[in-house]
């Protein structure tokens, strides 16, 4: 049973891909659950499913079997146009590599998806996101005239204009030097902090993931504990929120 306080929970969760000889299991029976407002680190050695993992609960990617519920709503059952408007208004999401479109201005980029989502003051409300992370002399700039760090601010914005619960961030600093990495997750903790919001995210680093509420560690698909026994733990806290 699904339970309404429980920001993101998932329920036995299989991924495979490939077919055939090539089929090769990504997430093997994963079950967790995250409450508001936490913080929490996804770790593990490249290849252990974490980034997987984190597009199965933003609702990227769909599961095999098993259950994938965000503020208590199912969304593994739920069609591709209802999922990605309920993703749209819940799920910030941050990537390592900024994706921002190369022809559109900073504003351009914060604002686009707002007005795709139907939202009449999507320019005020980019403008208002752009400010808040510090790029308020850099609205009309495009991609290429904008720093690297400038460009994840940017994307930082874009994730939380539309003021999500849940905001997920893969290697969110993997692309930047260390001085301004570190600009950017205070940055983003601070806002977090802000807004009460939910924060996933997978990172290799260590002092990264030290500053969350609690991380959990995957190894070959599996939730892992300390001494690398598969984590019931997680099977118990998802059980325990029903």
Do not use: W
């Not at 400010?131 to 720093?147: E, F, T």
């Not at 990264?208 to 984590?231: H, N």
């Amino acid at each position: 049973m699904i339970s309404p306080h429980m920001a993101i929970e998932l329920a036995n969760v299989q991924l495979t891909l490939g077919s055939g000889a090539s089929r090769v299991q990504i997430l093997n029976d994963i079950s967790l659950a995250i409450t508001a407002g936490e913080a929490v680190a996804l770790t593990g050695p490249s290849g252990s499913g974490k980034s997987t993992l984190l597009m199965v609960l933003a609702g990227l990617e769909r599961a095999d079997t098993g259950e994938v519920a965000l503020n208590g709503t199912r969304i593994d059952a739920m069609s591709e146009d209802n999922l990605a408007r309920f993703r749209g208004a819940n799920v910030g999401i941050v990537f390592q590599s900024f994706h921002l479109l190369p022809t559109m201005t900073a504003l351009e980029n914060v604002a686009i998806p707002l007005e795709l989502a139907g939202d009449k003051n999507a320019k005020a409300r980019a403008t208002a996101e752009l400010i808040n992370v510090g790029l308020s002399d850099r609205l009309h700039h495009y991609p290429a005239q904008l720093s690297g760090g400038e460009q994840q601010r940017v994307a930082l914005a874009r994730a939380l204009a539309p003021n999500p619960s849940i905001l997920v961030a893969d290697e969110p600093t993997g692309n930047l030097d260390q001085i301004t990495g570190n600009s950017i997750i205070d940055l983003m903790f601070s806002l977090k902090k802000q807004r009460g919001a939910t924060l996933i995210l997978v990172t290799h680093d260590a002092n990264l993931a030290a500053l969350c509420d609690r991380q959990i560690k995957l190894r070959s698909g599996r939730i892992e504990a300390k001494d690398g026994e598969i984590a019931k733990s997680e099977q118990r806290h998802a059980q325990g929120a029903q």
